[in-house]
């Protein structure tokens, strides 16, 4: 099976999918011109990931700001997620924060309140 990986640019995170490893990773802004658009080959691997295999899903955020679409398309990821961890899919969410960007880690919270997966909200180790 295939792998993703979508670079970052001014307006949309760096994605990185990898088939071996179950591990789903966004890093960077999300306010894309087009949301659902771009969030289509994110939602299809996931879909297809959760199809074809039965290992455990991981999915590491490094998000620093999204627009009200971008917080749909990651609804959208997170209803997979839910989903499959339902039907017993071992799945763990990562969100990693700024400490400085206290918005973000609220923002995590209010996803990780509906699911009842693994869900992980860190703030980001300094440098």
Request: a negative charge; proline letters at 5%.
């Amino acid at each position: 099976m295939t792998d993703l990986n979508i670079p970052a640019t001014q307006s949309t995170p760096s994605i990185t999918a990898v088939w071996a490893s179950g591990m789903l990773s966004m890093r960077g802004d999300s306010y894309p011109e087009n949301s659902f658009k771009f969030f289509v080959p994110v939602i299809e691997w996931v879909e297809n990931y959760l199809e074809n295999s039965m290992a455990p899903i991981q999915l590491q955020l490094r998000l620093l700001y999204l627009n009200t679409s971008s917080v749909k398309g990651m609804m959208d990821i997170f209803d997979l997620l839910e989903e499959a961890h339902n039907k017993g899919r071992e799945v763990t969410v990562t969100w990693y924060y700024d400490s400085e960007n206290e918005r973000v880690a609220e923002l995590a919270g209010e996803f990780k309140e509906d699911c009842s997966f693994r869900f992980e909200i860190q703030e980001e180790p300094k440098e």
